[in-house]
């Protein structure tokens, strides 16, 4: 439940830090043909196949972009890495490329190394839950 509140505080920080400085219209071209409004009809394992990390993400690249940063944010690397390594391969190439895209992001608008803000948050959670 705590990590899920953090998600949804990463998900919206990231709506507004992109209202600042937008990220690459090109992020919205990897997974064009599949955001939908009726994102809530598709399961997990179907929206990963598809190159999304929650179903949610699927509609429009707005929520994708915020899902993928809260997603990464709300895991340490590992635990990221394993759940991106299980998504058959069409899929998690997808996701590979999104989180490209959100970390170059966050280091070119921002400075900041994504993964290292993902080890900090990780070390953060794991104090707060204990």
Known sequence: ATRQYFHTIQHEYCHIINQRKPYSEEYGKITPSDYTANWYNVGLADANKKGFITPYSMLNDIEDFAEMTSGMLSMSKTAWDAKINAI??????????????VVSYFKSEWNIDLYRLQEVVENQMLSVLQ
């Open 88 to 101: 058959p391969e069409e899929g998690r190439k997808l996701i590979r490329k999104k989180e490209e895209f």
